[in-house]
């Protein structure tokens, strides 16, 4: 049987693998500023890349988002921890059983599956900022044109909330990290994200999470009390 066979299968339950990619993803990206509480004054550092990605999801800009967030890279760094986790014992329990499967099968490596995914996921996101879902205030009549929307069903559509960005420190190996918090309320859960920031030509992007682990775990922890 096929990895994606049917959609009756891949949307049965909420153990689903690529949702649970789509989360991790989500909790870590998908932002809303609407009521961010003040950062430290500080003026072009690193931490303008979080509030340029506030404005961009505020105003329901995709392309402005996407200047400043490497979809893409990040999606691709999760499928790699995922990846590894998946093959470490103390993790395979708590990875839902069709994730196991994925990995076991090196889905989230092969270069035929992993580029469709990482579109995917990419699409979902650009979705959510252009929708207006991430920022709590819907465009209407905006179309999602995922091949996999279906799948997307069971991933949290609710506003994303900066709550706190902290002061810009450097990482062990020179890599500016900004960390923050994320509150996303449709399901009240809180993330505190470690971004990995980089100057490119015309500013900063995020392009990495250093604390990617500890909400890989997190929000694994969180699926399965979904299920019990």
């Known amino acids: 049987m096929s990895l994606f066979s049917t959609r009756r299968d891949a949307a049965r339950s909420r153990s689903l693998a690529f949702p649970t990619v789509l989360r991790v993803l ?3 990206i998908a932002l809303c500023g609407l009521a961010a509480a003040p950062s430290p004054a500080l003026s072009a550092d690193a931490s303008d890349c979080i509030r340029a990605m506030v404005r961009a999801v505020d105003n329901a800009d995709q392309k402005a988002f996407e200047k400043r967030v490497d979809i893409s890279g990040v999606t691709g760094q999760i499928f790699d921890e995922l990846q590894t986790m998946g ?3 103390q993790y395979q329990a708590k990875m839902p059983p069709l994730m196991n499967l994925l990995i076991s099968q090196g889905a989230l490596e ?4 992993r580029p469709l995914l ?4 990419r699409n979902f996101v650009l979705y959510g900022v252009g929708s207006g879902s991430f920022a709590g205030k819907k465009v209407e009549n905006y179309q999602n044109d995922s091949m996999l929307a279906p799948l997307f069903n069971m991933v949290s559509m609710g506003r994303k909330e900066i709550r706190r960005i902290d002061r810009p420190m450097m990482g062990e190996n020179g890599q500016w990290i900004v960390p923050f918090s994320v509150l996303d309320h449709e399901n009240g859960n ?3 994200v470690l971004a990995q920031v980089a100057m490119v030509s015309d500013g900063w992007r995020m392009v990495g999470i250093s604390n990617l682990r500890a909400l890989i775990e ?5 699926a399965q009390a979904e299920t019990v």
Request: no cysteine; aromatic share 4%.
């Open 118 to 121: 990482v579109s995917e996921v």
């Open 110 to 113: 092969s270069p035929m599956i």
């Open 87 to 89: 093959r470490m014992e």
């Open 190 to 192: 809180t993330y505190r």
């Open 26 to 28: 989500i909790a870590v």
């Open 218 to 222: 997190q929000i694994l922890l969180e």
